[in-house]
């Protein structure tokens, strides 16, 4: 039961484009949401986050974005950059029995210079 | 601050045999826990310690066991190897259990032959 889904496994981007990631969530106990990025051979780095009583949040060039009527958040980065290629991983949490971080399988993020 | 701390970085053993990988999380934080990465599968939780117990639980077998000590470090053993055990296996250090960011290691990686 994939309680987390981002379901584009990669996405290619041109140098200075927004890159959009999209994740889908089932949970509607999870009140905590979280973007990472991994390198190969490295563990995943945390980007951004966002709770669940606010609909946006910045952070430089990334900003996260909660839909919860949808289940769905989002995160743009704006302009991509080729050192943004990676692997990004959403992640959600909550309470009561959800307090582990649950993840996405991560969609591959390709910055064409 | 030296970050998260996880050891040995690679590892190959043998169908049967057990396995013990180690974790040290950030000075100061006190919940650990463990995730499995495989391809296309994302990251998959394990346990999560804090305070020498174990909080949360992931759906593994019981082949799979962890223990946090006073010092917060944390150890995960494996038993009985199989092939389809080979995978990144990822720790990850919180202040606090259930807290918001979790900060991870660059992980071991695990090849059963």
């Known amino acids: 039961d994939q309680q987390v889904k981002q379901n584009s496994p990669s996405l290619s981007v041109q140098e200075g484009r927004i890159s959009i990631l999209n994740c889908d969530y089932t949970?509607?106990?999870?009140?905590?949401f979280l973007w990472y990025k991994k390198y190969p051979a490295e563990g995943p780095t945390f980007l951004i986050s966002?709770?669940?009583?606010?609909d946006k949040n910045e952070d430089g060039r990334f900003t996260v974005f909660l839909n919860k009527s949808a289940k769905h958040l989002s995160l743009h980065i704006v302009p991509s950059q080729p050192g943004d290629s990676a692997v990004y991983f959403c992640?959600?949490?909550?309470?009561?029995?959800?307090?582990?971080?649950?993840f996405g399988t991560g969609t591959r993020l390709t910055i064409i210079p | 601050k030296a970050g998260v701390t996880q050891t040995p970085r690679y590892l190959i053993k043998t169908r049967g045999q057990q396995v013990t990988l180690s974790c040290s999380p950030i000075?100061?934080?006190?919940?650990v826990s463990w995730y499995q990465q495989t391809p296309g599968q994302g990251l998959q939780f394990l346990f999560e310690?804090?305070?020498?117990?174990?909080?949360n639980k992931g759906n593994f077998p019981g082949r799979f066991s962890g223990r946090q000590f006073s010092n917060s470090r944390s150890e995960m053993n494996v038993s009985t190897l199989e092939l389809g055990d080979s995978a990144l296996y990822l720790c990850?250090?919180?202040?606090?259990?259930?807290?918001?960011?979790?900060?991870f290691g660059q992980g071991t990686r695990l090849t059963v032959v």
């Open positions: 990850a250090s919180s202040l606090e259990w259930g807290f918001t960011e979790a900060f």
């Open positions: 966002i709770s669940s009583i606010k």
């Open positions: 310690y804090f305070s020498e117990t174990q909080r």
């Open positions: 992640a959600a949490r909550g309470n009561f029995g959800n307090e582990k971080l649950t």
């Open positions: 949970n509607s106990m999870f009140d905590y």
């Open positions: 000075s100061g934080h006190r919940s």
